[in-house]
């Protein structure tokens, strides 16, 4: 069992009454200025915006407004961010969104105190020692960014699609409200979910085996999560489910199904590179590439995939055959997420054959000019990366 | 499902170097003259509180020290503590120990800047809007209070035992060294795990049948729990199971098993009149009322009963007699306490007949003079009360 910490700050304000909240948590917490950061139209047209800026309003706190955040966020809307905060004296970041729009107010918060390029960060050549408040209004459930430490930003100058981690950028408050995310379109709901496993299998397949605790409670949010995504497929309005989609989300990503286990992340970092080259949705591109992934490691611990088979994905345990049994978990994955309308390998992904030079450039970025390995599950080369590309063609 | 909040923003540093980062902590919260305060000897002799002091002067951070806090923790203590933090200009509460000397911790914190008497804020009379900071070194996993918003106390002056909750109590970080358990006696580690899971059955045993996820998680917890306890009774160094004990106390009471249902607490309140009356230990006491509270209640959701006997004890669902069923994993309860050396009845945990009259005066104070009804589950008055202490007989 790994030493950890968990710190997980964020006030969750949950259920139907609480975007009521939004304006007294955004003096809780200190602003007095804030920058309302969001995505499309949606938000606009659902009249969500509308009541928070009527709220802030009615409680006194002066506020502006910077639309137009995409998915996979970009870095040039970070900069216009930054430039705006300095230029108005923001001292306080609302994300009315999802975790594209999260992720874009965690990197301007960052970037407004400090005097270089906020990218620095995302590179790794330096840590942020102070930023922006950043809190949020969560309308669409997938990232977890709500709660977590993280944020990812695609610099256009190239498709690089980096993430950075920092305690400091952890949202002050998330407020959710699960009837905001009965318009979302299938697709994307079933994206969403597609990730929030993710996220909890990044850390599930480890091999420290021995934090019971922690395995019990993420075999738990998987299976609640699957049997909560065919509910609203079947019925986008669909309260009890919709609720524990969103707040699965949270508890998926923001420590809690990691505490003493090593954790992976290699099927996000391939999946980095091809929602960075064909900007797909990041949960679809994850369901593309996890089922070759898993056939290519899952010897690295049988055990722990026979477990997933068995606790997480209802197979019957073979216990003459731990293989037998390890792979039909992750065919059972396959099947789930054909079910919930999710691709399993890259032409389903991508519409096309993708071809050798592409599957060498993503593995090269991957890699970050082969001078990277990603994965602890099994370490992986960017000669593995290329593999595991082409079992996912 | 009930709206919710969920807010934990303990830092949580876990694991075998967890103390190293005490002072670090300290001042980073902001402390500057710290009370550092314990129970008994234990702390001593095992040269943790020398550690913690050492690391405290390495940093230049001055400190001074209140020991003597006893189990159902005393508000005369209390007082001492207040006027010594008010004379020495103490601004950082260190709790070293478990759960009744962090709960002495959070009382005091909220008396230094209160110019009433604390104990208002435990009759109720008013809430307190400002208090020192907390955190903990914790030594005796039981009471969760190391994340937890709630502390109680017991005015010797009648042998009164309230709690109080107040978000602002929360401690800022919890240092939990498993390895600082192994000396804990089997009976004390026996009562913390099954105050853990009755942390955790106030919140499971409830009518919000629809929050599939926070049901699943609690039995995840609950299920960890009861069985590390064989594992570290049978062989006390054991770390991995220490260490699950150690951090499921602080997500059993931490708000996460209880994120959108109601919850009960009964059984809590009716072993305070216990140990107020008979200074018994909290767990031990839990578990000699637990059994007939359970069969008082059952029939208000038979099916969460059930529930609880095949997901959590592991009884064979009689799918044609579901109150069979339920009883059956009641049973199997008390089975579990006497395998771990807990009672299932008062006179188990006293050693000897309760009389009538001790009875109602439990049920008069448990109703606060005739006055209040406690638990959701089913909603129970001083008559309820009396036949529950009746059938715990």
Redesign the interface.
């Known amino acids: 069992?790994?030493?950890?910490?968990?710190?997980?700050?964020t006030?969750?304000?949950?259920?139907?009454?609480?975007e009521e909240k939004v304006a007294e948590l955004v003096k809780k917490y200190g602003g007095t200025k804030v920058l309302v950061h969001y995505g499309g139209q949606s938000a606009i047209k659902s009249g969500l915006l509308d009541k928070v800026c009527g709220l802030l309003s009615q409680e006194g706190v002066e506020y502006l407004m910077l639309g137009g955040v995409v998915p996979n966020p970009r870095l040039s809307k970070v900069y216009e961010g930054i430039e705006l905060c300095r230029k108005e004296g923001v001292d306080f970041i609302l994300a009315v969104g999802g975790g594209s729009v999260i992720d874009s107010a965690k990197a301007i918060a960052c970037g407004v105190p400090y005097e270089g390029d906020v990218w620095d960060f995302y590179l790794g050549k330096l840590h942020a020692e102070v930023c922006l408040p950043v809190a949020s209004v969560l309308t669409i459930p997938a990232a977890g960014s709500e709660m977590s430490e993280s944020s990812v930003i695609t610099n256009e100058d190239g498709g690089i699609k980096l993430g950075y981690s920092n305690d400091i950028t952890r949202p002050k408050f998330a407020i959710m409200n699960p009837v905001r995310t009965y318009t979302l379109p299938s697709y994307q709901t079933a994206a969403g979910v597609t990730d929030m496993i993710m996220h909890t299998m990044e850390r599930y397949f480890t091999h420290d085996d021995?934090?019971?605790?922690t395995t019990?409670?993420a075999?738990?949010?998987m299976?609640?999560l699957m049997?909560?995504i065919f509910a609203v497929l079947k019925n986008p309005e669909d309260?009890?489910h919709r609720?524990?989609i969103m707040?699965?989300g949270s508890?998926a990503h923001n420590g809690?199904t990691g505490?003493?286990v090593a954790d992976d992340w290699a099927t996000h970092q391939l999946e980095h590179e091809l929602s960075g080259m064909f900007d797909v949705t990041h949960g679809a591109g994850l369901a593309a590439v996890w089922p070759s992934w898993a056939r290519y490691v899952y010897k690295e611990n049988v055990s722990r995939f026979v477990r997933f088979a068995v606790n997480v994905m209802g197979v019957t345990n073979d216990f003459t055959d731990p293989e037998g049994t390890a792979l039909k978990g992750i065919e059972a994955m396959e099947r789930f997420y054909h079910a919930i309308g999710m691709p399993i390998n890259i032409h389903e992904l991508i519409g096309r054959d993708i071809t050798d030079d592409e599957i060498k450039e993503m593995a090269r970025k991957c890699s970050r000019d082969y001078k990277t390995t990603q994965g602890c599950f099994k370490v992986l080369n960017h000669i593995d990366m290329e593999t595991i590309y082409q079992m996912a063609k």
């Open positions: 069992m790994k030493d950890f910490k968990y710190y997980t700050p006030e969750v304000v949950f259920g139907k009454q609480s021995d934090m019971t605790l019990e409670v075999e738990a949010v299976r609640t049997d909560s309260y009890r609720a524990q707040w699965g508890i809690l505490c003493g």
